[in-house]
């Protein structure tokens, strides 16, 4: 299924720029079996933990645009944003949990010690955004926050086509519709909308700066959701040599 959002020659431009990284998320694992099922209930678990931890930071970072913005539209726009970014995660992160099955795996990971803390991707990605939305130009800001509208928007529409008519006991099902809806639709053609009207009127040093941006989160995106099926934490362990048993 193929949808377009691009507002424009520039955004269009934008989002061909990034088709080696989107093209790499799409052929991630985690995706593929979130599709058909077969994902591990405590990848998964693992997976919304950070994605909670995520939104967090994320609203931080459109409220800065929120205030940072003259226009008093975009303003409503990324404070509404900010909002329903939480308010609409706790919700479906609720029933997704009220399943038997994820619910068992959260149990699991608790009991084996797990500390759902912000992974060292999450606490970079997470970084990365409050940072730009508060310290770079409005035009950088948004061209930050963008990919996890558009990544999302759009790995909604390949997740769909990939699951087919998913079952009503599919464990990953609401999670796949959540973005693939019409009032999401319209919120990233919003966002890319914005983007486009920035890019049109920046300087092309601050214009260069904005692709960097949001390439850069991205590339966030890519590793956000491979750090998840890995399930990423502290333990430095796994980058020392390992001992040799003769």
């Known amino acids: 299924m193929t949808v377009t959002f691009t507002a424009g020659p520039l955004t269009t431009q934008l989002w061909d720029r990034v088709g080696p990284i989107v093209k790499q998320i799409e052929e991630l694992p985690f995706l593929a079996q979130l599709a058909d099922g077969s994902l591990d209930p ?8 950070q994605d909670s931890l995520y939104l967090n930071g994320y609203a ?3 409220s800065f645009l929120a205030a940072k913005t ?10 509404g ?3 329903e970014a939480i308010t609409v995660e706790e919700e479906m992160h609720g029933e997704l949990l009220a399943d038997a099955r994820l619910a068992s795996a959260l149990e699991e990971l608790t009991a084996e010690g797990s500390r759902f803390k912000a992974s060292p991707t999450t606490l970079g990605y997470v970084s990365f955004l409050v940072a730009t939305a508060a310290s770079r130009s409005y035009g950088e800001g948004v061209a930050s926050v963008l990919p996890c509208f558009w990544v999302y928007a759009h ?3 390949v997740l769909v086509d990939r699951a087919g ?3 009503d006991d599919h464990p990953y099902r609401t999670w796949v519709q959540t973005y693939d809806s019409p009032d999401f639709d319209e919120s990233t053609r919003h966002a890319v909308q914005i ?3 920035e890019l049109a009127k920046a300087p092309s040093e601050e214009a260069a700066r904005m692709r960097a941006a949001f390439e850069q989160a991205c590339v966030f995106e890519l590793h956000f959701w491979a750090s998840a099926h890995a399930m990423q934490n502290w333990d430095v362990s796994v980058f020392l040599p390992q001992e040799v048993t003769v």
């Open 42 to 49: 405590k990848a998964f678990v693992n997976y919304i933990s």
């Open 60 to 62: 931080k970072a459109m």
């Open 70 to 79: 003259v226009d008093r539209d975009e303003s409503r726009f990324w404070a």
């Open 81 to 83: 944003s900010a909002a």
């Open 155 to 157: 790995m909604g529409k």
């Open 165 to 167: 008519q998913m079952a």
């Open 195 to 197: 983007l486009e009207q």
